[in-house]
C-alpha cells in the first residue's frame, strides 16, 4: 500500500482524497521510485481541481513532477539507491505521478539528479523551473544576448516567471517583470528584475505593431498578452512562449513576423527529447542561484495539496510550492 492523493471521477464528477492505494507489479523496464518531495505546478491545480481535461484516465494519482530515490529497478540504467527526478512525459495525466510516497516509472523518462541539487531544491525547480530553464534556451538558440537589450518576462510572480528572471539576471540580461500584482514588485526585483511592468500596460487590444521595445521574451499568459508582446518585439527579436494563464488564443497579425523578423518559439516540457532534459538540468545546477530559489518556496503539506491547488487558478500563487512526500 502507498499514501497518495487520488482523482477518480463518477459520471461529470470528480473527487479527490489523500488515501492508501496499490500500485501495480514493477514490469520491465520501470524503476520503482520511492518519492521524496513533490511540487505543485499550475498542470497539477487544472488535474486537482477538474478545471481543465488534464487527466486522460481515472482514477488518477497526480502529480507532474518527483525527486526520490530508486528502490527497485527493472530497467539498466538505473540501481538502489540512486537520485532521480521525473518531469512531464504525461506522468500525473496518463501514468500514476508524484503527490503519492512510491511511483512505478518507465526508466528512460528518469533524469539522473546532477550532483549540487538536493532532491528538495529539484522540486523548487520542478517542471516551471525546468520550462524556465528551456525558455532561456531558446532564446539563446535564436540570438538573444544580453547585449541585444531587455528581455521581459510575463507572469512573472508565478513559478515559471520567478526561475526565468532568477536565470536571465545571473547571465548578465536586463529583466523586465510583467505583473498583474504590484505587491510583488519587492520580491521581482530581490530575484534580479530591473523593472516592473503592470500587466494592464499589455492587456489593451492588441495592434499589429508598436514601438519596438523588448529584444526578447519568456511569456506564460498567452492570450493579448502574447500579442500584445510580439507587436513590440525589437527587429529580430524572439520570443519563447510556454503558457496559457491568460487564455489559450493569440489575437496577434504576421506583421512583426514578416517586417521585423520577430521568431515565436514554442516551448514544451512534457515531451522534450531526453538529451535536452539532460542539458537543462545541468545548466539549472550551474546557472541558478539557489538561495534565490529558496526564497521563492512555499511548502505544503501533501495533506493541504487539494485545499491549496485552486489558488493557482485564482493567480494568487506566488514562487513554487514544494510538497514533502517521505
Ligand atoms: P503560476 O500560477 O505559478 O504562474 C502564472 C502567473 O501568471 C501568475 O502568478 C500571474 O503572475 C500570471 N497570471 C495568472 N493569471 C493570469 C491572467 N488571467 N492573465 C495574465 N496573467 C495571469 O503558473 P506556472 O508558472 O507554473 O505556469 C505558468 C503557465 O505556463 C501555465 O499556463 C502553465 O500551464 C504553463 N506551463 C507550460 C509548460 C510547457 O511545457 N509548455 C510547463 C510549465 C508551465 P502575476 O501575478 O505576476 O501577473
Avoid at 482514477?59 to 525527486?67: K, Q, R, S, T
Avoid at 510575463?154 to 517583470?177: E, F, H, P, Q, R
Avoid at 504576421?254 to 521585423?260: D, E, G, K, N, Q
Amino acid at each position: 500500500m502507498t499514501k497518495a492523493i487520488v482523482i477518480e471521477k463518477t459520471d461529470e464528477t470528480q473527487s479527490v482524497s489523500l488515501r492508501d492505494i496499490d500500485l501495480p507489479p514493477l514490469a520491465e523496464g520501470e524503476v520503482a521510485v520511492d518519492v521524496a518531495y513533490s511540487t505543485l505546478n499550475y498542470k497539477d491545480a487544472l488535474a486537482l481541481t477538474g478545471a481543465a481535461p488534464v487527466v486522460r484516465s481515472f482514477p488518477m494519482v497526480p502529480g507532474i513532477d518527483l525527486a526520490g530515490i530508486v528502490r527497485e529497478s527493472l530497467h539498466p540504467d538505473y540501481a538502489p539507491g540512486d537520485r532521480v527526478v521525473l518531469n512531464g512525459w504525461s506522468v500525473g495525466e496518463k501514468y500514476w505521478g508524484g503527490l503519492g510516497a512510491r511511483a512505478h516509472l518507465r526508466g528512460e523518462w528518469l533524469v539522473p539528479l546532477p550532483e549540487g541539487i538536493s532532491m528538495r531544491q529539484a522540486m523548487a525547480i520542478g517542471t516551471a523551473g525546468y520550462t524556465a530553464m528551456l525558455c532561456v534556451m531558446a532564446l539563446e538558440a535564436n540570438g538573444v544576448t544580453p547585449e541585444s537589450g531587455e528581455v521581459v518576462v510575463t507572469g512573472a510572480s508565478g513559478g515559471v516567471g520567478s526561475v526565468a528572471i532568477a536565470l536571465l539576471a545571473a547571465k548578465g540580461y536586463t529583466v523586465a517583470a510583467v505583473t498583474g500584482r504590484e505587491s510583488e514588485a519587492e520580491y521581482l526585483k530581490s530575484l534580479g528584475a530591473s523593472s516592473i511592468v503592470a500587466r494592464e500596460e499589455l492587456s489593451g487590444k492588441p495592434r499589429a505593431l508598436n514601438k519596438e521595445r523588448w529584444a526578447g521574451a519568456i511569456d506564460v499568459v498567452g492570450s493579448t498578452v502574447l500579442a500584445n508582446l510580439i507587436s513590440m518585439m525589437k527587429y529580430h527579436g524572439t520570443v519563447a512562449a510556454c503558457g496559457l494563464a491568460g487564455g489559450m488564443d493569440l489575437p496577434s497579425s504576421v506583421a512583426p513576423f514578416i517586417l521585423r523578423g520577430v521568431t515565436l518559439a514554442g516551448v514544451d516540457s512534457v515531451m522534450c527529447p531526453r538529451p535536452r532534459r539532460i542539458e537543462a538540468w545541468q545548466r539549472l545546477a550551474r546557472d541558478l542561484d539557489m538561495a534565490k530559489l529558496e526564497s521563492m518556496v512555499v511548502e505544503v503539506a501533501l495533506k493541504d495539496v487539494i485545499t491549496t491547488a485552486p489558488k493557482f487558478l485564482e493567480g494568487q500563487v506566488r514562487g513554487r510550492i514544494v510538497v514533502p512526500v517521505a
